[in-house]
């Protein structure tokens, strides 16, 4: 009774600190438009609106010459991506900005020291220079060229009623992000028809087969696994803003579905490519699960907590993700996270499925969920016999 | 059992240790970073400023030159 009482504060607490955290990061962007034109260049004064994001400025150091400012927001990895581009009166770009990125910073800076915005300065708004996306970092990349193309198109309108010709750009849901949506909705599909009881074959071998599709697909062909970031895309709301790829966020959103219906958490026993490398090591060995402690429970939960409400007081989803994911099917991430991934290896050798069983945040997030679905049924039960009395 | 124990303690000091190592920085980043702040700026390369071709010549200087021109 104690025990259960202490986890119902806690339940009550964490998603306070998430409301908390939530509007605390709210006041906190909540900053002018114009606060970020005036961090652009010290040359910007005088700014006042002309538009929705489009501004008109003077130049400090020649008074009295005007200058056409405008903002433009494209869907990027981890969310939208704000740019700035500044035009003199002549119609010569002065200065492009990356105002605001969710996006991870080692992909962005990537972009960025790849040279991507050097062209741009000094070219005219009618003859905006053609640049390549970065491989490696296509969608941030695209974000921020088809952003300074459009906020040039804009400024292009607004001095001359004659609009700069856009390059044709992507669509925000585009065919790749479509069949990845569908191959995360097929697992998910096949999964619920092995875990089913109508199900005529072995539903080892089943599982086994899933997992092996599920690795290969999601995991080296799609890099789709849902994060700490993608919660945090869904509780935030980001995702209404839009992204670049969705199929993440369906993950979630089908894993949770699932739990909810079939009372299973039939993504990490079945889909996840991580936890599915984990148990391939760990049937080398033959090892068994770890036994996780009380406190190593409630550290990994707090761990977890503390993420998630830092991503959404910074607003950033990169804030979030410690998880290994991406260096163990992509190669891309921090020292830290390469440490981690040799840790997790070595360690699949010794016990099974050690990243799951004892610090993955989703397995958190599911015994939260598992609680909170608990709790209901045996409110729904208490409240019944009331109202039949 | 003893084995496996011992193992479970320390892959979950190593997460614990990395994942804070991960994250913290992360955090302090961001905490420091001024609200309003922009990330990225390229701008147009100052160049120097074109001189004037007109050369200005002082009087002083024009009757020094002059001084050894005995025609006037």
Known sequence: ?389 | MNYQRIATFFLFLFFLGLSLVELAPKWKEAAHKESGSVLYVRSVKKTAPARSEKKTVSYDSILKANSKNKDG
């Open chain 1, 1 to 389: 009774m104690r025990k259960l009482t202490f986890e119902r504060a806690a339940a009550i607490l964490s998603l306070l600190v998430l409301v908390l955290a939530w509007a605390g990061g709210r006041a906190r962007v909540e900053e002018s438009a114009s606060a970020r034109i005036l961090n652009i260049s010290n040359d910007i004064t005088n700014i006042s609106p002309v538009s929705e994001n489009l501004y008109r400025a003077e130049k400090r150091s020649t008074p009295g010459a005007p200058l056409h400012i405008a903002l433009e927001s494209r869907p990027s990895y981890g969310g939208p991506l704000s740019v700035a581009v500044v035009a003199d009166e002549a119609g010569v770009v002065q200065q492009v900005a990356i105002l605001h990125s969710t996006d991870t910073s080692t992909y962005l800076s990537k972009v960025v020291e790849s040279g991507i915005l050097d062209p741009f300065p000094g070219s005219r708004l009618n003859a905006l220079p053609v640049v390549d996306a970065i491989s490696g970092a296509t969608i941030s990349s695209t974000a921020i060229l088809e952003g300074i193309q459009r906020a040039g198109a804009h400024i292009a309108t607004a001095r001359q009623g004659n609009p700069a010709p856009i390059s044709k750009t992507s669509s925000p849901l585009n065919r790749k992000d479509v069949i990845k949506s569908m191959a995360v909705v097929l697992l998910f599909g096949c999964a619920l028809c092995v875990a089913g009881r109508r199900f005529p074959w072995s539903k080892k071998k089943g599982r086994y087969a899933l997992m092996a599709v599920s690795t290969l697909v999601l995991g080296f062909l799609y890099g789709t696994q849902f994060s700490l970031a993608s919660m945090h895309l869904l509780i935030s709301g980001g995702w209404m803003q839009g992204l670049a790829s969705y199929a993440a966020l369906i993950c979630l959103v089908l894993a949770i579905a699932v739990f909810f219906m079939t009372r299973k958490n039939l993504y990490c026993a079945t889909l996840c490519p991580f936890g599915a490398v984990q148990e391939g090591l760990g049937r080398i060995t033959g090892c068994s699960p770890p036994k996780r402690t009380p406190w190593m429970t409630w550290t990994a939960r707090l761990i977890t907590l503390m993420a998630l409400s830092a991503a959404l007081f910074f607003q950033n989803p990169s804030k979030a993700s410690f998880e290994p994911f991406g260096m163990a099917f992509n190669f891309t991430g921090s020292d830290a996270l390469f440490a981690m991934t040799i840790v997790i290896v070595i360690g699949s050798l010794m016990v099974k499925r050690p990243w799951c069983r004892l610090f993955c945040p989703v397995t958190g997030l599911f015994d939260y969920l598992g609680f909170v679905r608990n709790q209901w049924t045996r409110f729904q039960r208490n409240k019944s016999p009331k109202e039949t009395s």
